[in-house]
Structure formats: C-alpha cells, structure tokens
C-alpha cells in the first residue's frame, strides 16, 4: 500500500474515533443528568396530582384511626370486599366490581403501603394490614361478606378469614402465595432497568418500565391497556412510596413468609374459589395444587386458565368475572349485610 493510499484513510479513522468518544461523552452527561434529576424527585408526580388523575367517580377517603383510606363502596346487596394485589391497588377490580355492584355492595379500598392510601406509621407487613381490615369492617358494620383477593392480597384475606370465621362466607382468590413466592425471571430489559431502580434511583420507575413488565405479567402482552400501564406508574411513583414499599417487603420476610401462611389456609372453612392464570410467571401453576392441599378443610373450586398471567381480573375482566359472579351468586344465601 502506499503512503497516498495510508494517509488519507488513517485520517478519517482518528476524526472518527473523536466523534463516537463525544458522542459516548456526551450520552454519559445527559445520563448522568437524567438519573440525577429522577434521583432528586424531579419526574415523580405529587401525591395531589395522582388522586385528582385517580381518585374520580365514587373513591372517597375515609378515617380508620391514624390511616386515611382510598375507598369505593358501590351497589347494594350483599358484601363483597376485594383485596388487591402488592405494587397494585383498587383499580385492579374496576372491570368486575362493574359486572358486581348491580346486583351486590362492593366494597374496595387501597391497603398501604400502596396506591392513595395514607398509612403515617412505618409498615410491619402483612399482619397489620390484617389488623387494618378488622377495623375498617368494624367501622363500615360490615357482615358475612365474600372476601375477593388477589395474590399477595389473597394470603392477607386467607390469614383474616382464618381469624375471623364468623365474618367471612366465602373466599375467592387468584394467583395465591400462602408461601414466600419464587424468584421471578424477567427479561433483559426488565432485569436492567429493575437494577438501575434498585442501585441508582430507588425512588423512581418510569412508565416504559410498567409498560414492559406488566406485558411480561400477561399471558398474552396485547392485553395490555395504556390506562392500565398509566396507573400503575402514577400511583407507584408517589413521592416515597418505594422505599414504604421496601420497609413492607422486610417486614414480611421476618413474619408471614418465615413460616408462610399454610395454618391459616388449614383454618379455613368456607367455600374457597382459586383462579388461576397458568401463565402466571410470579407465582407458577404448580402452586395452585399446593393451595388445594393446604386448604384442606375448606370446599374448594379451581378454574384454570390457560393463556393468561397473573392478573385474571385486568387481563380477562369479562370471562374471569363472568365465571366469578356466577360463583358467588351459587353461594348459600347470605345471612345479612
């Protein structure tokens, strides 16, 4: 090759090398910008902000002693109280509580640490939001009712239906943990934005990431509506809600799933119903036949469906809720509401 040949292309390559080394210079900059604004609080919406997006048509905050609670009660007849999900809230119910509340009262609120709900003391896990229910029941002079729940919810309801047998008629749960569920395998993007959350910006998770991991949640991605992508992300992103979370999740692993909840279930005798989505990657199939072991005691319904995850009620509302309603209204009538 000659030196003509050499020069004028090694010229190219060293300007060239300059231009990706700013460009790489510059993308650190506004990254290290971007996490640093997120980490400041900058792109979390205010508490006032979510409940006026959120807390429309029939929510209402109630009073149950230091905790203010995000409440719907709507419909008459007899009760049924739904529980929710963690990293949830209320609004995971909205597409069954609408196929309910014609015929029955439905009753739903959001249990702290999560969605509007105000709890102001530090959370000790699940047996006080146990403790939460009982009063709030109290306070609403709610009786024989059916208790719906969801996952982490579902072994809440199992552990105040076991401890309180006279209050609770029937009990039907989806995707139920009554021990510590198994690690959940996500996919590369997931994984890498939950560890930018976790070691950079613990106070902040952005809407792509909802929109990504709760696909992953679906049996079928294309389930997946934008309003439902949009209120997870605003309600998890109130100011100081993850590291409530977080104090939650520890005070869990030092009770409830140190033993897990398999007593409780034992203890159980209503009619129980288990909806299962068997594409469920939080809590996997198999858990189910676990659950129709350790509620030994209680008569038990198991739907299974095939082709969807882990919320039933937000990724099939209206053939999950059909088959819901149709079993509460087989229910030996209630004795009172």
Known sequence: MSTQD?????RPGRRGLRIVGGIIGITAVVATGVLGTMRLGWWNPSYEQVVAEQATGPSKFEMVGPVKLHVRDEGQGPVIL???SSMSNLRIWDGWADQLKGSYRVVRFDW???GLSVDPRASQGMPTVVDLIE???AQKK???FVIVASSSGATIATMYTARHPEQVRALAVSTLPLKAPPP???SALVSSMSWVHDNLVPNYMPEVFYRHSLAELYGRPERLKPETVRWYYMTNNIPGGFARVKTYYLANTKSVWKSGAGDAAAAVKVPVLLQWGDR???IPKDRADDARIMFANAPMTIIHYP???HYPMIELPEKTGQDLRRWIDSLPPAKGG
């Not at 050499?6 to 090694?10: E, G, I, R, W």
């Open 135 to 137: 009063r709030f029941v």
């Open 184 to 186: 959940t395998e996500t």
């Open 142 to 144: 709610l009786r024989n």
């Open 112 to 114: 702290p640490p999560y």
């Open 280 to 282: 469920d990657i939080v």
């Open 307 to 309: 082709d969807v995850g």
């Open 6 to 10: 050499h020069v004028p292309a090694s």
């Open 82 to 84: 739904m529980l929710h």
